[in-house]
């Protein structure tokens, strides 16, 4: 992408699992703290089908609630299951005052509208963030609502880096309302305050974009498109993308040697994706708290 020349730096190499788990240890005292209240947290998740990577996900989210004292059900669907019979599970879910949080794992079966089946389950049970009314508080500067995990997630990464993003040029290559678009308001919001651009397939002159960012956040899972020519040297490198290559590996969005270049970098795996589910799962307390009160 970008051509410059520049003395080499080493970047520190944000560790996701370590800040993860310090959140994963809040939700599981807050998650004891409900239960000798007589509530225990419970989170839903429907999986479609029998897509080797959602229930890999899948897995890890039972793993994650299982640690943090959240109970947790599957409901599993086979693939050629309607729209209508997945949004009949849901309306059942959403009338179960025991389930505090409901996930529709996604992708969603050719023919099912995501949109749709996010926008049928409770705003107060929403946990991945992509509701509506969740998204439309974020809009309005209001982070009262559930918040979609991935961007709540980077944001946890810089502030737990303790860098400062007041007045920073800050670039989000990806405009998804899961995590580009919504990525782009938590970083523009006032308490953040940094200047936002949103790059995508269409975008002019990216080369001058990406070398006047402080921060660069890719999130379209293209193997490696970001590399060490294509960055600010000292900018902090959050890397979303994940994609899996021919030899099984994972790769990043953005290439391994960039971390000669950057001031911050998340490495693909363990980086962005184990604050993900750390973020779904402190939704998921969250969820249990307000429906309890």
């Known amino acids: 992408m970008c051509k410059s020349s520049r003395a080499s730096v080493s970047a520190v190499v944000v560790d996701g699992k370590m800040i993860g ?12 703290k409900l239960l000798e209240n007589g ?58 005052k025991k389930i505090h949080g409901i996930l529709v794992q996604s992708p969603a079966p050719a023919g099912v509208d995501e949109l749709a089946i996010a926008s049928s389950i409770l705003p ?42 007041e007045g920073k040029r800050a670039l989000v290559i990806g405009r998804s309302r899961i995590v580009g678009m919504p990525m782009a308001l938590m970083l523009a919001q006032k308490g953040a305050d940094a200047t936002v651009t949103i790059a995508h397939s269409k975008t002019a002159d990216m080369e001058e974009i990406c070398m006047e960012a402080d921060i660069i956040i890719s999130a379209i899972g293209r193997p490696h498109i970001i590399g060490p020519d294509s960055v600010k040297p000292g900018s902090f490198v959050v890397d979303v993308g994940i994609s899996r290559m021919d030899d099984g590996s994972l790769a990043g969005d953005v290439h391994p040697s960039v971390e000669e270049i950057a001031g911050w970098i998340t490495p693909v795996p363990g980086g962005v994706g ?20």
């Open 274 to 293: 184990p604050m993900t589910i750390a973020m779904l799962m402190r939704n998921t307390i969250r969820a249990a708290e307000s429906l309890n009160n």
């Open 39 to 96: 509530v225990e947290a419970h989170l839903a998740v429907v999986i479609v089908g029998e897509d080797p990577a959602s229930h890999v996900y899948v897995r890890n989210k039972e793993r994650a609630c299982e640690k943090c004292g959240i109970l947790s059900t599957r409901i599993g669907m086979p693939g050629d299951s309607s729209q209508e019979e997945i949004l009949g599970i849901v309306e059942d879910l959403n009338a179960d």
């Open 21 to 32: 788990r310090n959140v994963l240890d809040n939700v599981e005292k807050r998650a004891r």
């Open 124 to 165: 107060s049970k929403d946990v991945d963030g992509f509701h509506p009314a969740n998204l439309g508080k974020l809009v309005q500067g209001d982070n009262s609502g559930l918040l979609p995990c991935t961007p709540t997630g980077v944001m946890h990464i810089l502030e737990s880096s303790q860098f400062e993003l």
